[in-house]
């Protein structure tokens, strides 16, 4: 089995052709036109200009995919929800009209299962083990879910995809991870995109005790839901160089790095705890992080560290994450993935 498809939810005009072989969820074509060049200068994603630039790039996208390989395709996938609505309606729209033309069947994806699924973009679905908890974070989500091959009682599943039902089991009051270190960042005087300027300045320094962050964990609901909170996160950072500006201290270089450590140290913290704790709880066989979260190399490594002594019901808990960075961004590889899951 073989589609064309299309993501436009947000700020990456992104097209591919995927396709199903013995298993492996195959990338054939993958291009993408990203906007952060047009959006840096307002300092963040402006709809009106991304769903425009949506509009202006995507043809050209669907020429360098090629007719000859749109004619070879059995369906078309698209992001359907959530995210920019206009962004969507571009995308929407243009597999609408493919649809038409070429009479192929649409399908319709939901995002947040597209960046779930990312974990099987060059691999099969016997490499995943159930139950699995999967964490997605970005800048506007921060989300637990579980994924597993029998009903849970008395809980209707957010999602269901071939054999498994999938619940959303975590989320965030406030903040979402993602957005606190893109409003750190700014703080910071980092660069748009935000996020990534953490990491690196957090990789120039290392832990210096006049900069230190409280954790803040929320107690865990009766029902097995697993709340997040970022806002107070944030919010220490906005506190301490409040404080400092008062006393007239000038940030150096240092200073900024010390502190993008710290606040690194103090999410990442947060999520690893949580994620172990809900495997724990939903005796989970493997854990997942998909999305920008799953580009984070320190939570990789913290995860890695933690989960070589952790094992659920005697047996090893494995981790899992997307094969390339690429693929923990928004891409077509993703939709096209569930859009297969769907036959």
């Not at 750190?184 to 006049?210: D, F, H, T």
């Not at 690893?272 to 724990?280: E, F, M, T």
Request: aromatic share 10%; hydrophobic share 40%; charged share 25%.
């Amino acid at each position: 089995m073989k589609t064309l498809a299309i993501e436009t939810s947000c700020d990456d005009t992104s097209l591919g052709i995927i396709s199903q072989q013995e298993g492996v969820f195959t990338v054939e074509k993958l291009i993408a036109y990203s906007q952060i060049k047009e959006h840096n200068q307002y300092g963040g994603v402006l709809p009106e200009i991304a769903s425009r630039l949506h509009s202006e790039k995507i043809v050209a996208l669907l020429q360098k995919i090629g007719r000859k390989e749109i004619e070879d395709v059995d369906f078309i996938s698209v992001t359907a929800e959530p995210w920019l609505p206009w962004s969507l309606i571009v995308g929407k729209s243009a597999a609408t009209l493919l649809s038409a033309y070429f009479q192929k069947p649409l399908k319709n994806i939901h995002h947040i299962l597209g960046h779930m699924f990312s974990l099987l973009i060059e691999r099969k679905k016997s490499d995943l083990s159930f139950p699995l908890v999967v964490l997605t974070a970005s800048g506007g989500h921060n989300d637990l879910y579980l994924m597993q091959t029998e009903p849970l009682e008395e809980r209707i599943p957010t999602f269901r995809l071939q054999d498994l039902f999938i619940y959303k089991i975590g989320y965030t009051l406030d903040d979402a991870s993602g957005e606190s270190f893109d409003k750190v960042s700014k703080m910071l005087w980092g660069p748009y995109p935000w996020g990534p300027r953490i990491s690196e300045q957090a990789s120039k320094s290392q832990w210096n005790e006049q900069f230190a962050f409280k954790r803040i964990f929320l107690p865990l609901k009766d029902d097995g839901l697993f709340e997040f909170s970022f806002s107070g996160m944030k919010s220490q950072v906005s506190i301490l160089l409040e404080k400092l500006h008062k006393e007239g201290k000038e940030l150096t270089e240092t200073d900024i790095q010390d502190i993008a450590y710290e606040f690194q140290e103090a999410t990442i913290e947060t999520l690893w705890k949580r994620l172990l704790k809900a495997a724990q709880w939903y005796g989970a066989k493997m854990i997942g992080m998909a999305w920008g979260v799953s580009a984070n190399e320190r939570l990789i490594q913290y995860l890695q560290t933690a989960i070589a002594w952790k094992k659920i019901d005697d047996e090893p808990l494995q981790l899992i994450y997307p094969k390339k960075k690429l693929y923990s961004t928004d891409n077509a590889a993703m939709i096209g993935v569930v859009g297969l899951m769907s036959e």
